[in-house]
């Protein structure tokens, strides 16, 4: 029964933490949410710097060849401070390319995304048609395809390589309402794409790090609105009192430490099943993905509501999470069809 | 960081299974799968004694108290096998899991020979008299008195909610041995003897109708003057050390138990066709989940080996169990529909997802109902200030 964090697991999170807190500040952010939603200081220092980008790649390939439960210990605290970088797609990518590409891709690619020198993304659409090696069609919703430069696309059978200067690719970009993560538009003319060798274990791959990427974020992200909103009800006095010695205010707060605590347990138990290889890994990621998507919605439309006025202003970085929050809800599947894909598991398809 | 056990711990797993298969299989198979902490008491108690004469009783004590000095993983091992063997709750868990270990940290010598070897042994059944009418969720409000009268304890007042009372042979008591006190002071803790004219215990008929609980009255109730923990006035300190010893070991066993019943339900679902409903689909979905993070947040828990704080979310865990069964009561009934509020039953007996439903409304209360571990949880693990007390 050893299910709590190494020494190395414990010191990678804390190198993480005081990482992000430093570099990915509120100005920075709100710097990168008013041009491309990149902040490229950030990236740029996680990358060269710290070196913990290559984190999940295999030593050969550049990387550090460690597990998911150190990379969760990385996204949760990228995803507390809400920063600007692609590192979800950066994941996704190199993840896809790792299981399912030939050792040509890997060799090609994987150094480069772990030295951080390519900002690398993923997207799938039905809609994507392949003659050959050449794509064409629109790809929507795709975060940070604004800036990234290699892709991992798919159509949902199949998945290729894709790069950003391929003649007959642009790219849209709408208003993103979470300005740190831009969703982008791809259309795609004739545009030649690498077949991966795997394309399902490229994809299988890809998703699942991108779910414990998105709730690792999701838990980092919920944990700062509680600290945040817990450091306001401290400060803010009315009628004579600490809002926060209020029970009205503390049962919202512990509500929202009960589910982030389960949060917590749901990350950590999906990125070490797949660590180990456990039957249950599926399952896990699913609820993970679900439940802490749910707990930071929950979390930061709590901490707009405990901050009062101040929270529904432009200047409180509450929206900053709000936003994000949402983001995550929706982003690589709502809700309802990661626990519909729970429920298929246990009670077989639905009639 | 570890989703599993050991090989060892898996060893020792196999050896608990193959010991509680066998005698729900055998011996005791008329116990099998009793769901209410009362029926069949007489048997149970005979249980207690099987258990204890296979050195099962009690393994987290030391071997020199009937125990094994078993480690907490094998503890928690013991307790998920012995829920998953289908065996009904402990009669004496009180005693095991309570009484025991205050006497084994607070008690003298004298009291550790007097005591530990018949609750091992599944002969002195312990019952617990802390809640009174009036002291509820405000634990320390007691008002039952005790004073010393010719060499003995006196003690009059009355306790609630003393599980178990009416087939237990000790019941330890929180009482209030100095005049003018209040709230945690001045309390002492006393262990009596329960078959005596000074108490008297009634029985309480709960919403499922099963009477698990009692009302424990005391009128010139005696007991030996050296028969308490501690020293007067240290009662509550007592007290609170021995709700610390719940440390969760119980849980994952607990969970044993949620499982069969989340499965019980998953079956009718799929047995009545209401497995095709896609919001039925949902709250399953959100069942299983959160069965599953309350036995990764039981493993956080009891992996956390550094004591010397506050574990912040090992107290979010009580509200966490308790909301869940009591949302899958409900899950149950919409499950059932209108056929689970009937029974061929003429004694008001159900079934389980029905009793799960009735029974499950307690959960959010016994221990510390949510509305009080929301203001654990505020004030201790986030530090928040704490609520102005009155003055009534």
């Known amino acids: ?351 | 960081m570890k989703l599993g056990f050991s090989k060892a711990e898996e060893d020792f797993r196999a050896e608990c299974a193959d010991w509680l298969n066998g005698q729900m299989a055998g011996e005791f198979s008329d116990i099998k799968g009793i769901a209410t902490l009362t029926a069949k008491a007489e048997r149970r108690k005979e249980w207690e004694q099987q258990l204890a004469a296979n050195n099962w009783s009690c393994i987290g004590w030391p071997t020199e108290w009937g125990g094994r000095g078993a480690s907490l993983a094998e503890q928690v091992i013991f307790a998920e096998e012995y829920a998953r063997a289908g065996v009904p709750g402990r009669v004496n868990h009180i005693g095991i899991e309570l009484a025991g270990p205050t006497i084994l940290t607070f008690g003298t010598e004298e009291q550790k020979k007097q005591f530990l070897p018949d609750i091992a042994a599944g002969k002195t059944i312990f019952c617990q008299g802390f809640s009174e009418p009036n002291a509820g969720s405000d634990l320390a409000s007691v008002r039952t008195k005790a004073r010393v009268e010719n060499g003995e304890w006196v003690v009059n007042g009355q306790k609630i909610w003393t599980s178990l009372a009416h087939i237990s042979d000790w019941i330890f008591v929180v009482a209030r041995s100095e005049e003018g006190t209040k709230g945690p002071k001045g309390l002492t803790f006393l262990m009596m003897p329960i078959d005596q004219p000074g108490i008297e215990i009634r029985g309480i008929k709960q919403i499922n109708g099963d009477a698990e609980f009692n009302e424990t009255f005391f009128t010139d109730a005696k007991c030996a003057e050296d028969s308490l923990i501690g020293a007067p006035g240290e009662g509550w300190k007592i007290a609170m050390g021995l709700l610390a010893f719940e440390r969760g070991v119980s849980t994952l066993g607990q969970q044993m138990g949620f499982r069969n019943e989340l499965d019980e339900i998953i079956a009718a679902a799929k047995a009545n066709g209401r497995a095709s409903d896609p919001l039925i689909r949902q709250r399953i979905a959100k069942a299983e989940i959160g069965l599953r993070l309350m036995r990764y947040g039981a493993l956080r828990m009891l992996s956390n080996t550094d004591h010397s704080k506050v574990d912040g979310a090992a107290l979010t865990y009580k509200i966490q169990w308790a909301t869940w069964r009591r949302n899958l009561g409900e899950l149950a009934m919409d499950v059932l529909g209108q056929a689970g509020e009937i029974t061929d039953n003429n004694d008001y007996e159900w079934s389980t997802l029905s009793n799960l439903f009735l029974y499950s409304r307690s959960d959010t209360i016994y221990g510390g109902t949510n509305q009080i571990q929301r203001n654990l949880i505020a004030e201790r693990a986030l530090g928040m200030p704490r609520e102005p007390r009155g003055d009534l």
């Open chain 1, 1 to 351: 029964m050893d299910f709590a964090f190494t020494d190395e697991q414990l010191m990678i999170a804390e190198t993480a933490q005081s990482f992000f807190v430093d570099n990915a500040t509120s100005e920075r952010t709100r710097k990168a949410m008013a041009s491309d939603g990149f902040d490229r200081e950030t990236w740029r220092a996680f990358c060269q710097e710290l070196g913990l980008s290559g984190l999940l790649i295999a030593e050969e390939f550049g990387g550090s060849n460690l597990g998911m439960v150190e990379f969760a210990n990385i996204a949760e605290a990228a995803g507390a401070q809400v920063a600007a970088i692609p590192l979800l797609g950066q994941t996704m990518v190199g993840q896809a390319i790792a299981a399912g590409g030939t050792q040509e891709q890997k060799s090609k690619w994987l150094p480069k995304l772990a030295g951080g020198e390519i900002i690398a993304t993923a997207g799938g659409s039905a809609d994507l048609q392949a003659n050959g090696k050449k794509l064409s069609g629109k790809i929507g919703l795709i975060p940070h395809g604004n800036i990234a430069e290699l892709f991992v696309l798919s159509d949902g059978s199949n998945a290729w390589i894709v790069e950003s200067n391929a003649n007959g690719f642009s790219v849209e970009t709408p208003t993103t309402m979470d300005q740190t993560r831009p969703l982008a538009t791809f259309i795609l003319n004739d545009v030649e794409g690498e077949p991966l060798a795997n394309s399902d274990a490229a994809m299988a791959a890809g998703k699942a790090g991108g779910w414990i990427c998105l709730a690792a974020e999701a838990l980092g992200g919920a944990q700062s609105c509680l600290d945040r909103t817990v450091a306001y009800s401290k400060e803010r006095v009315q009628f004579g009192r600490a809002i926060g010695s209020f029970q009205a205010y503390k049962h919202r707060a512990a509500d929202m430490m009960i589910e982030i605590e389960q949060a917590r347990s749901a990350v950590y138990w999906a990125a070490c099943a797949v660590d180990e290889g456990s039957d249950d890994a599926e399952l896990a990621i699913h609820a993970a993905k679900a439940f802490c998507a749910d707990t930071y919605f929950k979390c930061a439309g709590d901490m707009i509501q405990l901050h009062g006025g101040i929270g529904f202003t432009w200047e409180h970085d509450a929206h900053i999470f709000f936003k994000r929050a949402r983001s995550i809800q929706t982003m690589l599947l709502d809700g309802n069809w990661h626990r519909e894909a729970v429920a298929t598991m246990l009670l077989g398809e639905a009639a």
